[in-house]
């Protein structure tokens, strides 16, 4: 895989939040930036942020729930660079409400935006990158990926859906001998706009279940997964947790996660709901980084920087874990005190 100041690099959501903060990140190591989102004054001041950085954009209007515009994109990309190195699915919304609260309508929605625009980014960068027999896809799908959470049910089959999609055409590529990665990058709860973005139906306004992430600590893991092929890439300890446990006993992880509504009061705040949403159009202003959990946000991961990244390291630290338990649960001799 290229440096990455020699890559052409397309990243999809970057007007806020994750997207924006890995366009910044890029823009440090002056990589070249093709920035898609729908609020075009938002992206701007992307593209004038990543300037001044000393890194090169190109912003391209998009709605990723429509095909022709995300093709339109990879176009645009090649047309401004004449390649496409690295390719991020990262452009998401979100709704806080039980199944029955919904309506097909939203369910639809959600999962044309957060699937399907997926799946169109990954039609959309194969073409170029297959003609060239290079490339990288990374998505940023989410813990969720591996373990469903309540009061966002069509947010969470997205995500499994990123995993059976990017899965299946991972072993296609393999298949054909055709070098181009795919990676899954899945975070935590990080502090970033999409819980002030989503639509709240629980009458109040949603938050991220602590612990909070700050967006850097997945710039990193993006980052690395640009330049080492990486299969997946949890985003937080806490998350590797619950992916352990969920290997372990799926059903003891869904006791433990609504033991006392524990995964329904942590999503809620006690302020009302601030009445809008970006499901259908973009939020209105120049759009941020962060979301209003940056004073209890941790700034990076240990266990995804020395752990998560290194499989190897990984495999070693499971291996302990299952001989610690296994040498915790060993049947012991009867004592024979008193004989
Ligand atoms: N925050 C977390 O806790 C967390 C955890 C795990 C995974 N993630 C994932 O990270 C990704 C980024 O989310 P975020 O937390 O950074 O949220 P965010 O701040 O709300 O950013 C979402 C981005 O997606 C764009 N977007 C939404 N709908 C779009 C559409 N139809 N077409 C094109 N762009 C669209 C938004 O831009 P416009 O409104 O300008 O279009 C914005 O740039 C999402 O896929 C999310 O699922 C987030």
Request: positive net charge; charged residues 20%; hydrophobic residues 45%.
């Amino acid at each position: 895989m290229k440096p990455i100041e020699e890559q052409v690099v397309v990243i999809t959501g970057a007007s806020s939040g994750i997207g924006r903060a890995v366009a910044l990140g890029f823009a440090r190591r002056r990589a070249s930036l093709v920035l898609a989102a729908r609020n075009e004054a938002a992206l701007d001041e992307v593209v004038r942020e990543v300037e001044r950085l000393g890194g090169r954009a190109l912003a391209v209007r998009t709605d990723v729930s429509e095909w022709q515009q995300v093709k339109r994109l990879a176009d645009a990309a090649e047309a401004r660079f004449g390649r496409i190195d690295t390719w991020i699915n990262n452009a998401g919304i979100n709704e806080h409400a039980t199944v029955a609260d919904m309506t097909i309508e939203e369910i639809e929605r959600i999962i044309q935006v957060d699937l399907m625009g997926y799946i169109y980014g990954m039609k959309a960068a194969l073409e170029p990158m297959r003609r060239r027999r290079q490339g990288a896809i990374i998505n940023v799908a989410s813990i969720v990926s591996l373990r469903a959470a309540p009061l966002h049910a069509p947010y969470v089959a997205s995500k499994h859906g990123i995993a059976g999609f990017t899965e299946a055409l991972r072993m296609e590529l393999v298949h054909e001998k055709m070098p181009i990665r795919l990676t899954m990058v899945m975070p935590s709860f990080i502090d970033t706009p999409l819980f002030l973005n989503s639509r709240s139906r629980l009458g109040v306004q949603p938050r991220p279940v602590p612990p909070v992430y700050s967006p850097e600590t997945v710039v990193e893991s993006v980052l690395f997964a640009a330049e080492h092929p990486r299969r997946d890439i949890i985003v937080g300890g806490q998350g590797a947790l619950v992916a352990l446990l969920q290997r372990i006993s799926p059903a003891l992880l869904d006791r433990l996660m609504v033991a006392g509504g524990l995964m329904f009061r942590t999503q809620k705040t006690d302020k009302p709901d601030n009445g809008y949403d970006n499901l259908y159009q973009p939020t209105p202003g120049t759009g941020s980084v962060t979301g209003a959990w940056t004073d209890e946000s941790l700034s990076y991961s240990w266990y995804t920087r020395h752990i998560e990244h290194y499989p190897h390291r990984k495999l070693l630290l499971l291996g302990a874990l299952g001989a610690a338990a296994c040498l915790a649960l060993r049947p012991r001799p009867a004592r024979l005190d008193g004989l």
